[in-house]
Structure formats: C-alpha cells, structure tokens
C-alpha cells in the first residue's frame, strides 16, 4: 500500500496538472450542478405553469433519461472520432440554450407539453455525450499517465459533490426564484461550463482508417495503445452500457493512423 504523497508533493501534482485542467474541472463541476438543478425544476415548472399531472412529469422524467438507453454506444464513437473537449463544449450549449428558452416560453403562455418533452430529451442527449465525453478526457489534456489518477479522482470529486450538494441548490433556487428562475440559474450554469471550458480546448488527434473493418467501438480499442484516449473512451462506454462486446483479433484489420 503506497503512502499519502506529502503537501509538497500534493502541490506539485496541482501544478503538473495545469491550468487548462483546472478550468475543465471547474467547467465540470458547474454543468454537473446544472444537471441537479434541472432534475427538480423542469418537473416544478411543469406542475406549475402548465398544470401537469403525475402521469405528464413521470413521462418528463423518462424524456431525461431515454437518451442514456439509447444513445450511451453511440455517443462514446460519436466523442472518440470527433473530440472529447469538442463534444463537452457542445453538449453544453445545447443544453443551455435548451434551458435559457424554457423560462421564455413558459413566461410567454405557451402552454404545451410537447415542447417540454423535446426540451427533456434535448437536455438527455447533452447529457449523454457530456458525460461520456468527461469520464475520458483527462488522457488529451495530460500526457503523463502518472497523473492521470489524481485527475480522475478530482472530476469523481466534483460529481460526488454535485449528487449531494446539488439538490439543495435547486432547491434554494426554486424557492428564492420560482421554478423558471431556477432554470435561468441552471441556463447560466451551463453558460460558465462553456467559459471555463473554452480555454481547454484544442483539436484532437483521431484514429481513423477508410478501409478498417472494426465497428467504430473496436477500432477505438484496436488503437488504444497510440491513442490513450480512444482507449479510454471505449472503456467509459463500456462502463455505461455493458454492451460493447470482445474486441476482434488485430490481425483481420489493416492498422488504423492517426490524422
């Protein structure tokens, strides 16, 4: 069993793992607080502008989460061809934007369900790619693989936190605000994760090969040991979905280059 490392050499993994980190992190913590927040006062809003019934916040409530039924394999070869930072970035617009409009239309009168369900399963689909995207991106951003757990362990920090602390900050914001002033909060939640993001960005390298004849998901893990982070998209994916089956043997597939 290793020894806790010293204060000194706690900072200096704080050092190693950079600014660019640091903001990432704070991105993620924000939006995952903003997921909290969306959970308590999409359903609020609902009961109270449009006079929904158990049966009509129930289906809301599976709008949020269908997208993660659906969408969890895919997503995971979506994030690895196209960039984790890229896919979080845009994970987080879309939701903000989806939930800076739900408290106009609300105010406005327009009272259909529908455009909540849309609303729901656009937030779900965000959600989705921002997640998987998350759980593998520390790879792109630090090349030592040393560090790769003090990372890890600090974004599983801020999700933990976000589970526990984060229901009580909807709930405070519903009960100063109203529900749709909750999810003005939650609009700028996502709005800060998009800043702090920003600055991580940059673009990736992606494993791709015109004539490989793995599935996308294997020809992430076919490429895991150039491509750490495919590698660790696939695993992520796996995680989610239980259902992305045994890699195929190496030798039937020409090898995969990087762009």
Known sequence: MQRPAPIAGRRRVARYLGHQFHL?????????????????ALPLAAAQHLHAGTLSIGV???????????????????VARHGLLRSMLAADVLRGVTVAVLPTVLVLGVHNLGVLFVAALSLGVGTVFFQVAYQSVVPEL????DYWHAANTRLSLSESSALFAGPAVGGMAVAALSPTGALAVDALTYGLSVTA????????????????????????????????????TCAATRFSTRSCGPVPPTTSAPPCTRR
């Not at 673009?203 to 015109?210: A, F, G």
């Not at 895991?224 to 982070?229: N, Q, V, W």
């Open 24 to 40: 990432l992190w704070a991105g993620q913590s924000f939006s995952l607080v903003g997921d909290q927040i969306t959970l308590l």
């Open 60 to 78: 809301l409530g599976v709008c949020l989460r269908f997208p993660f039924l659906v969408l969890g394999l895919p997503a995971g070869v979506w």
């Open 142 to 145: 630090i090349a030592n693989d």
């Open 197 to 232: 993001c920003s600055p991580s960005f940059s673009p990736r390298e992606v494993c791709r090969h015109s004539t490989c004849r793995l599935s996308p998901c294997h020809r992430g893990d076919h490429c895991g040991h150039r491509s750490p982070t495919a590698s660790a």
